[in-house]
């Protein structure tokens, strides 16, 4: 990872490159990609935040998360090719978790699809196995894939 990446709060504003570094990203074979719609749908609700992952004044990856109650969620997190295996998802993962223990989190969750190579980084950052759906996921070539429901306590 670059010296310059940075951490921002994201926006609405930021929808368009939230979903340049998701197409970017997420290969479509998968279907794990969320449309622009259901992004700006989320965006404004309570309990929603997003950071970006910028370099160089270029978004490069971003997560999207939300808590309720004393429990969060991180729903996306992506970081385009060029940028993959620099440490940006670490530093954004890291920063999930920071930010849900501020906003009172004792449980976090995160669904990722059985064989993808995040679950390796999610399981190091201290996430188990709590469940599996299975047939989850349908890629665009109408393979079937398992998702995993991780789960670990907050930071304190």
């Known amino acids: 990872m670059s010296g310059d990446t940075r951490l921002l709060a994201g926006g609405i504003l930021d929808l368009d ?60 997190l992506a970081v385009k090719k060029k940028a993959q295996r620099r440490g940006t998802g670490k530093l954004l993962l890291s920063r999930f978790l920071e930010d849900a223990a501020a906003r009172g989190a004792t449980r976090l969750y995160l669904e990722v699809r059985d064989g993808n190579s995040a679950v390796e980084l999610y399981k190091s950052h201290g996430f188990s196995e709590a469940g599996r759906r299975s047939k989850y996921y349908t890629g665009c070539d109408g393979q079937i894939y398992d998702s995993l429901t991780l789960s670990r306590a907050a930071i304190s």
């Open 17 to 76: 490159s939230v979903m340049h570094v998701m197409e970017d990203s997420f290969d479509p074979a998968f279907g794990e990609a969320w449309s622009a719609p259901q992004c700006a749908g989320l965006l404004p609700m309570p309990g929603i935040w997003l950071v970006l992952a910028e370099d160089r004044g270029e978004v490069i990856g971003f997560s999207l998360s939300r808590a309720v109650a004393d429990e969060a969620e991180l729903l996306l």
